[in-house]
């Protein structure tokens, strides 16, 4: 099993490979050469745009709050025989990444368990990996999701640029 290099999903069957990476689908395949002008993003211009961003202000709060970084909730919720999980990734301080860990787990709690059998099989690891994400202590430097975020928005705006776009 792989996963798409656009989005993350996990991909069981198909998807599209192109020159090594993988897609889920066309429309994440259309972003192919986004991330070819990503990789062409120097490293030191990437880690001072990197610094830039993680120590400016919170895009979700607006206040600075300390360092920006990709967070990530977990939710699950079930209804008899259908259950969805997912996981959503949020660009922002740690206290509004805590609070969303927070929501997703009690969202989790409340809407979990109504489905047989993966409802009762998914609800407790969702809930749990909440819990870890908020006990995880603060990162020093920002993570490899955070650097892809921001080497993408460097390649989007170097297209833009190419393309004579204002």
Known sequence: ????H?????IL??????DGRTYCGAPCAHTHNLWQAADRVPTHVLQQFI??????????????NGPIDVHQAHRVHSFVLMTQWHTRRHISCRSCGRKAQIGSALYSAALGWWGLPWGLLVTPVQIARNIAGLAAPAKERASPEFERVVRRQLAERQLQVEQGAP
């Open 1 to 4: 099993m792989s996963n798409c």
């Open 6 to 10: 656009n989005c993350g999903k996990s």
């Open 13 to 18: 069957f198909g998807g599209r490979k192109l």
């Open 51 to 64: 610094e830039q961003w993680r120590q400016g202000p919170c895009p979700k709060c607006k206040q600075k």
